[in-house]
């Protein structure tokens, strides 16, 4: 019954798929399809992940990952998470903002993953809205949820840096960045390199920064970051944290 609703939704909200939306219940398992061609399709099931269950939205290219909606997500999210999927297929475009990022609503992090793609910048992950991400094979997909501390953030890989931007209520944007060479995080004074001026706590006020002034910071890249790092002290009377010439090759996702 839930699915013969979300077939009425989809033709509802989206009436110009209409004649390629078709609801198939074959072999036990249950989707909601649009049609591209041939055999191929954009399909939404519930699937287990792990020990969750969850909403997919699973697209027809080998080794893509699906994108993952909590259960209680309202109908009209899953049908217009299907639709964007689809629509890009048929029309030849990129999923849109916010849907590419798996997120339902514009928000400062999909416009921060939006400026941050559009420098060429490979955005890994997306958390405002929807804290459900899948990992590991697509044959055996395993799930990682946040939320609650973990806040608003986006994951990005740069040329010399792998990121995370978070946006806390209490606190403001962070810039933490992992370095390879020393196996940890550090966290990049914003303040500095916004204003040249550090300020007193961690963050900076999101009524202080825009979302381009973040983006911009970003797109200056590691070697103007200027970040000190905790490593390994050189000798016994070492303080443990010293200047290093910072090589990163990248860092695989959570998981």
């Known amino acids: 019954m839930h699915f013969k609703s979300l077939e009425q939704a989809l033709c509802d909200r989206h009436p110009e798929l209409t004649d390629r939306v078709r609801f198939d219940d074959a072999n036990l398992l249950m989707h909601l399809k649009i049609t591209l061609s041939g055999q191929r399709s954009v399909a939404l099931a519930q699937v287990r992940m792990g020990y969750s269950i969850v909403w997919a939205v699973m697209d027809p290219v080998l080794n893509s990952a699906p994108s993952v909606w909590p259960l209680d997500t309202p109908d009209e999210v899953l049908v217009d998470a299907l639709h964007a999927v689809a629509s890009a297929h048929l029309t ?133 970051w200027d970040v000190e790092v905790p490593c390994a002290p050189t000798d016994r009377g070492g303080t443990g944290y010293r200047r290093v010439p910072i090589r990163i090759a990248g860092v695989p996702l959570r998981g």
Not at 153 to 178: H, I, M, N, Q, T
């Open 92 to 224: 030849g475009v990129p999923v849109p903002s916010p849907w590419r990022w798996n997120e339902s609503e514009p928000s400062d992090m999909t416009v921060l993953a939006d400026l941050l793609d559009a420098r060429g910048v490979r955005v890994r992950r997306v958390a405002a809205g929807n804290g459900y991400l899948p990992y590991g094979p697509r044959h055996s997909p395993k799930l990682d949820i946040v939320g609650g501390r973990d806040g608003c953030f986006v994951e990005a890989e740069l040329s010399d840096a792998f990121v995370r931007v978070s946006l806390k209520p209490a606190l403001g944007w962070l810039v933490d960045v992992y370095l390879d060479e020393c196996e940890a995080w550090s966290r990049v004074d914003l303040g500095w390199n916004l204003w040249r001026s550090t300020r007193p706590g961690p963050g900076v006020p999101h009524a202080q920064a825009s979302v381009a002034d973040i983006a911009d910071v970003l797109g200056k890249g590691l070697k103007a």
